[in-house]
């Protein structure tokens, strides 16, 4: 759990705690398993708890402390719950106690997984190859290009914003391109590039 900027989609630039769930209902998050996993692009570090204020917490309050102790501005705080994948371990009493303590709460999900109807902001990034249970939210997010799966698939989809996130790889200059020319010649879509990792901030 750290504070930090989001860097991505709709929220991009604003301040916030962010709380990584370990566990991933998609892949291990091995190295061994990367070849085969579905979104073998995936860049985040969700195995184990020995991230920053990382631990299993005995307790939906014990947790909410610790994000308000790391809140460092006098706005509304603002937490974004992700992974792996938040929606295995997420629960009502957990949301209850963000909302208890004044935060406004975003999850970010592969959309496998239907989520509560009490949370603030939903943003789904869709993975090739699986059902999507969230089909609707906030913000649709699609890391492109993926095999066998495209933007139009999701269009009718009840999403408030659509973002296409330039796969980060060895291609990425390419991807960046193909997504931009996509987003003009689409204009339901927007571009949304990982700012963070160009500004030096987790």
């Known amino acids: 759990m750290f504070f930090s900027i ?17 566990g991933c209902n998609l892949w291990s998050g091995r190295e061994k398993d990367r070849e085969k996993a579905i979104c073998n692009f995936c860049d985040t570090d969700f195995l184990g708890t020995d991230g920053i204020n990382g631990k299993k917490y005995k307790s939906p309050n014990d947790l ?7 809140w460092r501005t006098s706005d509304k705080p603002f937490i974004v719950l992700t ?17 208890h303590k004044n935060f406004e709460i975003a999850v970010e999900t592969n959309g496998t997984i239907k989520a ?7 943003c789904v990034s869709p993975k090739a ?32 914003n659509f973002f296409l996130q330039p796969k980060f790889d060895k291609n990425y200059k390419k991807n960046v391109l193909a997504a931009k020319n996509f987003c003009i010649k689409n204009l339901k879509w927007k571009l949304s590039y990982q700012m963070h990792k160009f500004i030096g901030v987790p």
């Open 83 to 99: 992974g792996g994948e938040p929606l295995l371990q997420l629960d009502d009493k957990l949301i209850e106690e963000l909302h």
């Open 116 to 122: 509560p109807n009490n949370l603030d902001w939903i």
């Open 6 to 22: 989001q860097g991505e989609g709709r929220n991009r630039g604003r301040y916030s705690v962010f709380c990584r769930f370990a």
């Open 64 to 70: 909410v402390n610790q994000a308000l102790s790391i």
């Open 129 to 160: 190859n699986t059902k999507l249970e969230q089909i609707k939210g906030d913000e649709l997010k699609l890391v492109y290009p993926q095999e066998n799966i495209h933007p139009k698939d999701y269009e009718k989809l009840e999403f408030q």
